[in-house]
């Protein structure tokens, strides 16, 4: 079969962007970085959109791992991306699709008007960081080492997050009886096991005096036997680090009363690329 005289016109990578964590935390088979550490972005496809409204598909994950693949080819591997370079892709791949900007609305806090501002999605990009997680969590004998969730663990969480929030959620359609008391303690015993579950996963080792315990298992068991002192440095460093993951807030100039504040920018896979 002859070379299709098309191909010229084929679509070609829109912007390079290197990854925060600059590709060091992953095994072999997950990212191919280039000899200049950047990584060439695609622009979406019109299958890509398409993909994008398939509700089960965002559900599993199953449409994000097929957009980044088919945008960002050097990523062999989209379900083991860390939450350091998550974002960064997301945001890679909206940037090469929509000329790297985002039009986003925000209503001002001082007088209620909402206005439509542009957000500069390649200036977010250069301002994404690596998180250090070279350093352990010492508690008195106890050396903790963390790591970041894989874009597999980020996913089935959430969807266990889903389950728990809808269960909650179905609550007001209960009239206040023992069954409604009954349902609320339960799902709020669910989230609590699912936030501990989250931090367990993110608890890479625990080193102590006599040997290192890597089995989640014993750390998930640990963290529901030690007292409340030690669980509550785990999980205040555990969301330390989390924070250091999340996006500047935007700052924003009122459009009606120039009234000057912050607003969170938080990536919903659902609607982020609509």
Known sequence: MSENPLKQYFRRPAIYFKLPSGGKHYPPGVVNIPPNDELPVYPMTTMDEIALRTPDGLYNGASMVRLIKNCIPDILDPW???????DSVVIAIRAASVDGNLDITSVCPECNEEGKYGVDLLKMLAEKRDIDYSTPLEIHELSIKFRPLTYTETNKNGMRQFEVQKLLNELVNYENTEQQQEMFVDGLKKLNELTLDVIAQTIEYIQTPESRVDNQTFI???????????NNIIKEHSGKLKQQNENKPLQMKCVNCQHEYQQALVLNNTDFFV
């Open 80 to 86: 083991q991306l860390n939450s350091i370079d998550m």
């Open 220 to 230: 998930r068991e640990f963290l529901d036997k030690c007292d409340a002192k030690t």
